[in-house]
T-cell receptor, first 114, second 112 residues
């Protein structure tokens, strides 16, 4: 788990709050991902960054705003969230974003929106 | 039709038995296939990857891929209580981006 770290591990926020999730990978990878995992639903890809450029936005509402300042860091800025956004948010990385690569997941941030 | 489909279970097997987990996918052009294990409250971790038709064995785990039938499975031999977890099937689609599609996961319970 130390290859990909995420902070905070738990977050409770109101619908009017603004917060940010942080992900850092120490694996020398060039692709980073945000996933959402809700109860009883498959893991959903949200965003993909490859060499700091966003290559995938899986129709995610604008209240989720990603930022990738460099290949090692990925942020997810949250504002005016809804209770249905409560979920486990997982960050992952791969060496280059290719089809055969294993995703290395961080421990996740468990988010509760009140 | 779901892109990656798994029976959510729970699948219950006695200790020492073979657990068989199944997954079907809809994109016929899919290139790579992965099985991840997720313990409750933890993040997914890779168990097996498979890219070509046939079987791939790694210790007690065997992944089987049949692209014609769009079917991938994971067999766990000599199941242990520590194997109790949710097993996620993930399929990389036919595009070149790193977009994995995950199934809902099958919960496995291995009873002592």
């Amino acid at each position: 788990e130390t290859g990909v770290t995420q902070t905070p591990r738990h977050l409770v926020m109101g619908m009017t709050n603004k917060k940010s999730l942080k992900c850092e990978q120490h694996l020398g990878h060039n692709a980073m991902y945000w996933y959402k995992q809700s109860a009883k639903k498959p893991l959903e890809l949200m965003f993909v960054y490859n060499f700091k450029e966003q290559t995938e936005n899986n129709s995610v509402p604008s209240r989720f705003s990603p930022e990738c300042p460099n290949s090692s860091h990925l942020f997810l800025h949250l504002h005016t969230l809804q209770p249905e956004d409560s979920a486990l948010y997982l960050c992952a990385s791969t060496p280059g974003g290719g089809a055969l690569e294993t995703q290395y997941f961080g421990p996740g941030t468990r988010l509760l929106v009140l | 039709q779901k892109e990656v489909e798994q029976n959510s279970g729970p699948l219950s097997v006695p200790e020492g038995a073979i657990a068989s987990l199944n997954c079907t996918y809809s994109d016929r052009g899919s290139q790579s296939f992965f099985w991840y294990r997720q313990y409750s409250g933890k993040s997914p971790e890779l168990i097996m990857s498979i890219y070509s038709n046939g079987d791939k064995e790694d210790g007690r785990f065997t992944a089987q891929l049949n692209k014609a039938s769009q079917y991938v499975s994971l067999l766990i031999r000599d199941s242990q209580p520590s194997d109790s977890a949710t097993y996620l099937c993930a399929v990389h689609g036919s595009s070149n981006t790193g977009k994995l599609i995950f199934g809902q996961g099958t919960t496995l319970q291995v009873k002592p």
